[in-house]
């Protein structure tokens, strides 16, 4: 919804508000028309009620509104007498039109001085739990955010097994896009795994003022921007669940370029305006290393692996009998193998040519062999593939080989394939050597700025034309292309201004993330905030509970910084035995006085 149909909606729900208790008003010695005054009526309605003015505030924040106007429906009609169980239900389910029936038909009492107090003990419960759950969803949605690592893309910086405290606060915390909701969760309802929120009405995007801007190399959480859900084989012409900005999944990566970088990548060197990216002591960039191995020398290879790569999780180890594959090295790691006697021609891997491609498969409607389903459910277990179902009997497959490709071919069920690039653009001939280890440059969008947009440059912000950016009245953009013409919503245009800044995230793990090298820009609006804490860290998080132990060396420790990371954890244990014993002997001290 634009603001403009924001603001109509606004005022319907003043005119409703108004035709529905102006009688309870005048009941309570107030005049008419100040029940249709917006913003005015609610302080008013609280004054009514006997509640805090303040609590008018929590009516107009998305998300705590949900849980504040049925407590508001119920308050009123105990002001005027209706406190009995149904009257209650019927204030919620009626969702608060039971107080249109009250207002007009019956004889109304308003209560100036009832009790505010709970009436009994389950009462009192209610009213203690939505006092924490307001409390909590204020702070998950505009203050601090739980969040866990559940990939290796930052391996070394963040494990696979980290609790996190993200902060909304550095970046400025984003105002929910998605009205309704359930508070404290985010795209599905936990156990159920149902839709967790409504994709109707959506606020537009906006943002409190931050402590930062985010800068290079920030580790940041955003909503994956190209998330969509889909369904395997689904009916023809179904898309699948377009999820609001606010609900796509959260990812978390380092941010290497901001808005108005120019970015190239060279040997897997990530450079900015022509100078190398420096990075922070804690950023550990890791890339895939092959190594050779004397038969004749005897090697501890149990400690060799699990010191070098975790490959319960890695699909690392022997290649052939004098051939070893190592999927994430840093520096470091990487010259304690040279080291390592009986170990000898230790390379890095670099893509300098783009042997991996990005195919669209059309099926046919009715699958006629097995072996196309299992060769798609090993490619989906292997987690090695990017895989996206579209409708009309199509899917994506990225990062495939001519191999696995040409076996894809013999299977009946496929009736075309097209090629394209796995790496970002995906099209154009300029950038079909580009790799994940050589690419670009590449100008990352600032609000703002004008770029010319022709063919060879529309592939780089098409999706931010038809996507991520609005007309001026908050519609989608219409863009086509007809020979070397290209029209925006009906007009011919020869350049574009961007709307909102766009970031470049990429995962230290450079050969085991998926990240901006594989579907483009990040934009603003699907920032979420910046992780600043781990509390926990679980290592085997994924390997089951009897599995589990604790990385105590990471618990209470910064995410930022300079330095090694240090746990705080002993002096919080500290503080919090000093807390206990003099919290004792002040109580002590005070009976004695007494």
């Given amino acids: 919804m634009s ?22 008003y005048e009941s309570a010695g107030r005049k008419r028309w100040e029940a249709a005054i917006p913003v005015y009526n609610a302080i008013v309605l609280m004054k009514i009620i006997g509640r805090p003015t303040w609590w008018t505030i929590l009516l107009f924040i998305p998300i705590i509104n949900l849980i504040m106007f ?20 019927l204030g919620i389910v009626t969702l608060g039109f039971y107080i249109y029936y009250v207002n007009y038909t019956q004889k109304l009492n308003y209560i100036a001085d009832r009790s505010l107090s709970p009436e009994n003990k389950a009462a009192d419960t209610v009213s203690s ?25 930052l391996e070394k910086s963040l494990l696979v097994g980290d609790f996190l405290f993200v902060s909304k606060m550095n970046y400025g915390a984003r105002i929910p896009m998605t009205t309704v909701a359930l508070p404290m969760v985010h795209d599905s309802i936990p156990l159920l795994q149902k839709k967790s929120y409504l994709t109707w ?36 012409g179904i898309p699948g669940v377009i999820k609001p900005v ?31 990216l420096k990075l922070s002591e804690r950023a550990k960039p890791q890339f895939s290393y092959t190594a050779k191995i004397r038969a004749s020398e ?32 840093t520096d470091e790691m990487a010259l304690k193998l040279k080291n390592i006697s009986g170990v000898y021609d230790v390379q890095k891997i670099v893509d300098s040519i783009n042997t991996r491609f990005t195919y669209e498969f059309t099926y046919s409607n009715k699958i006629e062999d097995e072996g196309f389903l299992n060769m798609i459910s090993r490619l989906k277990e292997s987690k090695q593939f990017y895989i996206r179902e579209m409708a009309g009997n199509k899917i994506l497959i990225a990062n495939l080989t001519k191999d696995i490709v040409e076996i894809l071919k013999k299977q009946k069920s496929v009736t075309n394939i097209k090629e394209t690039y796995d790496i970002f653009p995906h099209s154009g001939d300029n950038q079909k050597n580009w790799t994940r280890d050589n690419f670009g440059p590449i100008y990352i969008p600032e609000e703002g700025k004008t770029v010319a947009l022709n063919l060879k440059s529309l592939p780089f912000y098409e999706r931010i034309i038809k996507t991520y950016e609005k007309d001026d009245n908050g519609n989608a953009n219409n863009l086509t292309v007809t020979g070397n013409e290209i029209r925006l919503n009906g ?23 998926e990240d901006s090298r594989y579907w483009g820009f990040v934009p603003a609006d699907h920032i979420v905030g910046k ?31 300079e330095g090694q990371p240090q746990s705080y954890f002993k002096y919080f244990l500290i503080a919090l035995a000093a807390f206990f014993i003099g919290d004792y002997f002040w109580k002590k001290r005070k009976e004695a006085k007494n």
């Fill in 3 to 24: 603001v403009y149909q924001w603001f109509i909606f606004f005022l319907l729900v003043q005119i409703v508000h108004f035709l529905g208790t102006w009688k309870l």
């Fill in 70 to 89: 049925p407590v508001i429906w119920v308050e009123t009609l105990r002001s005027f007498g209706k406190r009995s169980g149904l009257d209650t239900f």
């Fill in 129 to 153: 739990l939505l006092f924490a759950v307001i409390v909590a969803t204020l702070v998950h949605t505009y203050l601090i955010q739980p969040y866990t690592i559940p990939t290796s893309s």
């Fill in 201 to 236: 009405p959506q606020l537009p995007y906006l943002r409190l003022p931050g402590i930062q801007n985010i800068n290079r190399t920030d580790i940041v959480v955003f909503n994956w921007p190209v998330d969509t859900v889909h369904y395997f084989f689904e009916p023809k």
């Fill in 246 to 276: 606010d609900k796509e999944s959260n990812y978390v990566k380092r941010c290497v370029g901001v808005p108005g970088d120019n970015l190239y990548i060279k040997n897997g060197i990530v450079y900015i305006d022509g100078k190398e």
């Fill in 298 to 329: 005897k090697i501890d290879y149990q400690s060799l692996f699990s010191e070098l790569n975790d490959y319960n999780r890695d699909s690392g180890g022997f290649t052939d009998k004098e051939s070893l594959y190592f999927p994430a090295l």
């Fill in 491 to 513: 007009k011919v245009v020869k350049d574009y201004t961007f709307k909102q800044d766009y970031y470049w995230m990429m995962g230290d793990n450079r050969h085991n993330s």
């Fill in 531 to 561: 992780p600043i804490f781990i509390w926990m860290s679980i290592k085997g998080i994924n390997d089951g509970i009897k599995n589990w132990s604790i990385r105590w060396d990471r618990v209470f420790t910064t995410v930022s910084g």
